[in-house]
């Protein structure tokens, strides 16, 4: 489960409803290709994917067992927060369309113009760079399309890849924070922060990707 950054953050009513909006009418289709708003057709290809160790065994934020019972609730859970502006599911399918290769769990606060995002990329994916990279285009399109002003991410403490990747990315480390799971109980976190000032002072302002 998701917790707010540690850093409150205040947005005015206008802001709020402005981050609400873009959450509602949001397209993940010009992040990069493949990415799709996660829907019931997917559930089968995201429990393949999470069935995995590899893939699952670092999350702390995704419904276990991975039945595609607990997983349709998750996807029908998403539909519902995006309906109210504060989350979205993003599954990247492979390039035929079927299967998936990756998802992003975003969670946002608007009231606090911030957010959190989690994922995962296939395994046998992992070490070809299209997972940092895809992070990074998910980071900027939260900043630029969304309209928060703060991400706030966590990972596990032995997940020496991800705390890598988040660290190039620019965030800055803020301790340790306890991840609630699904199930209730506690992963202990490695937890970092960056403003939306302080990604456009190293990243250019987000462009869509465009097919072709």
């Known amino acids: 489960m998701a917790a707010p950054p540690k850093t409150v953050l205040y947005a005015p009513p206008e802001e709020e409803a402005a981050i609400r909006a ?12 493949n990415r799709r ?15 995995d160790p590899l893939v699952s065994d670092p999350l702390y934020g995704v419904p276990r067992p991975f039945t595609e019972r607990n997983i349709l609730h998750w996807v029908e859970d998403f539909t519902e927060r995006k309906a109210r502006g504060e989350g ?29 995002t989690a994922g995962a990329i296939s395994a046998d994916i992992q070490s ?23 991400i ?23 301790g340790e924070r306890d991840s609630v799971r699904p199930d209730g109980t506690i992963r202990r976190s490695l937890y970092w922060e960056q403003t939306r000032d302080q990604w456009l002072s190293h990243e250019p302002p987000f462009e869509p990707y465009r097919e072709g």
């Not at 873009?22 to 290709?33: M, Q």
């Not at 996660?38 to 999470?50: D, F, M, S, W």
Request: aromatic share 6%; hydrophobic share 45%.
């Open 22 to 33: 873009a959450v509602r009418a949001c397209d993940p289709s010009i992040i990069g290709p």
């Open 88 to 116: 979205v599911l993003i599954v990247t399918t492979d390039f035929a369309d079927q299967g998936v290769v990756a998802y992003s769990q975003i969670t946002i606060w608007p009231d606090r113009t911030s957010g959190e």
């Open 152 to 174: 706030g991410l966590t990972a596990a403490i032995d997940n020496v890849r991800s705390a890598k990747l988040i660290e190039r990315a620019g965030f800055i480390r803020m």
């Open 128 to 150: 070809l760079g299209s997972g940092g990279s895809g992070a990074m285009r998910t980071f900027g399109w939260m900043y630029g399309v969304l309209g928060i002003r703060l």
């Open 37 to 51: 708003l996660a829907t019931q057709r997917h559930v089968e290809g995201l429990v393949q994917l999470l069935s």
